[in-house]
């Protein structure tokens, strides 16, 4: 079945921020505090399917107190990156490997499905028409955050009758603005962030919420970030809720490069993705396999694992240096960003800020 293609209204607003106040924001934009003048929405009705695509100005939404989304948190999301290239257009990266993740999350929360192709016009048209808010330079970046929301009023838990997809953007500046810092974890035995069977694979907020908590005790433990185990044995490491996790073993031109394997309970991250490519280009082996806590602990004690990062849109990849958990605690390596942890960090950026070719094609490229 072929779909209908959706044509866009377009209403752009009247009333841009001005060039200088888009300047003070994009000197110093942090992430996420910032929106453009812009967003995109389209929105779903049962019989009748995607309707009403707009561009349009950035405004509140309004929301009856009895809408479903508040109450049954039928709500899922995306996040990617557009980046200035170096000729000055801007290229959003692997546009289409979100929109397909859009959908599996999507099918998991019993939402319709949008067609990939109009998942990533919208993305287009939004960075099109706000193209002066991408940064202009190195790490500095455009985050979209493309999202799908319940939007029926009443109460009973049912899949609801009408949705609204939206794309906002933020520019982002840097995420390591003072080079790159390693971070501290603690391995939740706890909490878990999700079973076999829920919705561990799936981007939406309830996992975020659920994480919360688990967050708060692993701060109160001194550390940054939470490592989250399997649910059913809490021995085998997941993902660190927001971010996948690598681990390096061997070093130099022998080095092998192993991640956890997608058991249905993780999220299946497009940067671990790229990475297990880029990494395999560079000629290291790769793996995907279950990954013990007591084999990183013993890993990190003989010297066999040598470096250990994390990886996600926002931050591309994270050194791990120090690990925490209710049993004792122990540094990965010397606690420094490992060389292979910087070169494989600095192997995406430059594909995604096109100072590298793009053997796989993964940059869209927007005029
Ligand atoms: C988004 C996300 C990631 C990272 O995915 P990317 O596609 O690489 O940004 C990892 N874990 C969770 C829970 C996420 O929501």
Known sequence: MTTPRIDFELKPSAHPLSAAERETVLADPGFGRHFTDHMVTISWTEGRGWHDAQLRPYAPLEVHPSNMILHYAQTIFEGLKAYRQPDGSVATFRPDANARRFQNSARRLAMPELPVETFVEACDLLVRQDADWVPGSGEESLYLRPF??????????RPASEYLFIVIASPAGAYFPRGVKPVSVWLSEEYVRAAPGGMGAAKTGGNYAGSLAAR???????CDEVVWLDAVERRYVEEMGGMNLYFVYGEGSDARIVTPELTGTLLPGITRDSLLNIAQDMGFGTGEARISTDEWRTGNADGTLTEVFACGTAAVITPVGEVKSAHGQWLVGDGEPGPITKRLREALLAVQTGRAPDPHGWMHQLA
């Open 216 to 222: 708060a005790a692993a701060m109160e433990q001194g």
């Open 148 to 157: 799908m929301i319940a939007n029926e009023n009443g109460l009973g838990v």
